[in-house]
């Protein structure tokens, strides 16, 4: 069933919801070997250093694009969460255009209240929900990135194969 939000666009959107709604699994070949990328984001959330996070997360999707062969993503971790009225935001994506090259995600690794490093949890969701605006354009071909059920089922499939998984596999060790 679409969001509320599908009345309300042009008949050309909608197309691209629908196309959007029935993708549900990111498919990749062998999660196993992002496996040690990902810990490795956990390792950094925990120096609370930004460049440490920074370079784990560009090395994490770095081999996420070329497990995926679409174009490289720049990541940009920033500090304390933007927040107003309506909440915090947790992190942007940005499409290659004109004047951008190369695509761009923004994380925030701080709560904007707090100033605490956020959750390893809630960093990976946030970190997998910008990239798949990625996987939108550059796998799936889609002309705009909407949040649809297929979006988020394509989030928490990456979710389930590297953080669930690699949690189970992390805790083995």
Same mark, same amino acid.
């Given at each position: 069933?679409?969001?509320?939000?599908?009345?309300? $666009?042009?008949?050309?959107?909608?197309?691209?919801?629908?196309?959007?709604?029935?993708?549900?699994?990111?498919? *990749?070949?062998?999660?196993?070997?992002?496996?040690?990328?990902?810990?490795?984001?956990?390792?950094?959330?925990?120096?609370?250093? !930004?460049?440490?996070?920074?370079?784990?997360?560009?090395? *994490?999707?770095?081999?996420?694009?070329?497990?995926?062969?679409?174009?490289?993503?720049?990541?940009?971790?920033?500090?304390?969460?933007?927040?107003?009225?309506?909440?915090?935001? #947790?992190?942007?994506?940005?499409?290659?255009?004109? !004047?951008?090259?190369?695509?761009?995600?923004?994380?925030?690794?701080?709560?904007?209240?707090?100033?605490?490093?956020?959750?390893?949890?809630?960093?990976?969701?946030?970190?997998?929900?910008?990239?798949?605006? #990625? $996987?939108?354009?550059?796998?799936?071909?889609?002309?705009?990135?909407? #949040?649809?059920?297929?979006?988020?089922?394509?989030?928490?499939?990456? %979710?389930?194969? $590297?953080?669930?998984?690699?949690?189970?596999? %992390?805790?083995?060790?």
């Amino acid at each position: 069933m679409p969001y509320s939000y599908y009345r309300r $666009l042009p008949a050309k959107d909608k197309k691209i919801y629908r196309a959007s709604d029935k993708i549900s699994n990111v498919p *990749l070949k062998d999660s196993n070997k992002l496996l040690p990328y990902v810990w490795d984001v956990q390792s950094a959330l925990k120096t609370k250093e !930004k460049t440490n996070v920074l370079r784990a997360s560009q090395t *994490l999707t770095n081999q996420l694009t070329l497990q995926l062969e679409i174009p490289p993503i720049k990541i940009k971790v920033l500090t304390s969460r933007p927040h107003n009225n309506y909440g915090e935001l #947790h992190g942007l994506y940005e499409p290659i255009s004109p !004047k951008k090259k190369v695509a761009e995600i923004s994380v925030w690794m701080l709560t904007a209240k707090r100033k605490q490093v956020v959750a390893f949890k809630t960093y990976m969701r946030t970190l997998f929900h910008e990239f798949c605006h #990625h $996987l939108d354009y550059e796998l799936y071909r889609l002309e705009d990135s909407f #949040h649809t059920e297929g979006f988020f089922k394509r989030e928490s499939s990456l %979710y389930k194969q $590297l953080v669930s998984a690699g949690m189970r596999e %992390y805790e083995i060790h």
